[in-house]
């Protein structure tokens, strides 16, 4: 079985399929994240603006695909934090 990459490679599948397994769990999982970053400290505005909170950075992002030993598709939304300086607090 092929691991996904790319959200590309899951509608293609999908399409393929004739279902939208991949979707769905890509959904779910966005679904999640947008109510974390509606949440968040630091809003794409101010920081496009200059003024976001002290202590916020910019971190890259991207979605892991997985299926559980049911055959349920997950799609996990990552951040590369190891690309980002520690916080002085630790």
């Known amino acids: 079985m092929k691991v996904l990459k790319t959200v590309e490679e899951a509608q293609r599948l999908d399409r393929e399929n004739g279902n939208s397994l991949w979707m769905n769990a890509i959904k779910k999982q966005m679904k999640y994240v947008m109510l974390v970053f509606t949440r968040a400290e630091c809003s794409l505005e101010e920081a496009k603006s200059g003024k976001a909170l002290l202590g916020c950075q910019e971190n890259k992002c991207h979605l892991m ?26």
């Not at 030993?69 to 520690?86: L, N, Q, Y």
């Open 65 to 90: 695909f997985n299926i559980k030993i049911s055959f349920r598709r997950k799609a996990r939304f990552v951040a590369g934090s190891h690309m980002t300086d520690s916080p002085r607090s630790e």
